[in-house]
C-alpha cells in the first residue's frame, strides 16, 4: 500500500507519516528530509541544495525524481508514506510511471496556524521526533522526550521563508489535486490533531 500526503508545509505531513511508520511500519520517504541529508555532505551539490531550501525554493524536479526513486523503489513491498513528494503535476506522472498511489490525503489547515505550528517546531536530530513550542511541548524544555538529545530549529523554519514556501505551495498545488482527484484515490482532510489520525487509521482500516 502506498499513501500520499498532501499538504502545505506545516499542515502535519511528517508528523503522521512518522506515526504510520512508528506505529504501523511504513517506509516513510520524506524529500526535506532526503535533501537535508545532502546538505551535511562537504559537496558542490549540497551548497547548492542548501541554498536552495534556505531561499524557499524547490529543488528542480529532475534532482528530486531521481533521489526519489531511487530510495522508493527499494521498497516498493513495504507499505509506503510519501511526504512532500510529489510537489506538483510533472512530479505526478513521473511517479504514476512506476508507483501505483493508493490513498491520497490532503491535510488542509489554515494559513496562520500554519506559520505558527512552523515558526514553534522543534526536531530530535536523532530520532526526528517532532516537537512544538506552541502546541507540543516536550516533557523537559528543548529535550527528546525518546531519547533526551537537545532539540533543533530548522534553518529554513523562519516567517520569511516560510511565506516564500506557501506561495510555491499555492501556485503548483491546484494542478496537483485535479490530477489525484480525477485517479478517483484523493480525499481532502480537515481534522486535527487525533480526530485526523483516527480517520486516516479508519480508511486505511489499521
Known amino acids: 500500500m502506498v499513501v500520499l500526503l498532501l499538504g502545505a508545509p ?21 524529500t526535506g528530509q532526503l535533501f537535508r541529508q545532502i546538505t551535511k555532505q562537504n559537496s558542490p551539490l549540497a551548497q547548492k541544495i542548501k541554498k536552495i531550501i534556505n531561499a524557499g525554493k524547490l529543488v ?13 523503489i527499494k521498497k516498493m513491498k513495504k507499505n509506503v508514506v510519501l511526504d512532500g513528494y ?13 508507483c ?6 490532503d491535510l488542509c489547515v489554515k494559513e496562520n496556524i500554519i506559520i505558527k505550528r512552523i515558526i514553534g517546531r522543534r526536531i530530535c536530530p536523532v530520532c526526528q521526533a517532532i516537537y512544538n513550542i506552541y502546541y507540543k511541548k516536550p516533557q523537559e524544555k528543548n529535550h527528546c522526550n525518546f531519547d533526551h538529545h537537545i532539540l533543533i530549529k ?4 523562519t516567517k520569511q521563508t516560510i511565506k516564500q514556501r506557501l506561495q ?3 501556485k503548483f498545488n491546484h494542478p496537483l489535486v485535479a490530477f489525484y482527484q480525477q485517479k478517483g484515490n484523493y480525499k481532502k482532510i480537515t481534522l486535527t490533531g487525533k480526530k485526523l489520525i483516527n480517520q486516516i ?6
Open 100 to 105: 501505483k498511489i493508493d490513498y491520497v490525503f
Open 60 to 72: 528542480n524536479d529532475a534532482l528530486t525524481n531521481k533521489l526519489v526513486k531511487s530510495n522508493l
Open 154 to 157: 530548522r534553518d529554513d523554519d
Open 86 to 98: 510529489p510537489r506538483n503535476i510533472e512530479q505526478a506522472k513521473y511517479l504514476n510511471k512506476f
Open 201 to 206: 487509521k479508519k480508511i486505511l482500516k489499521l
Open 10 to 30: 506545516g499542515s502535519g505531513k511528517g508528523t503522521i507519516a512518522n506515526y504510520l511508520e512508528k506505529e504501523y511500519g511504513f517506509f516513510h520517504l520524506a
Open 168 to 170: 510555491e505551495y499555492k
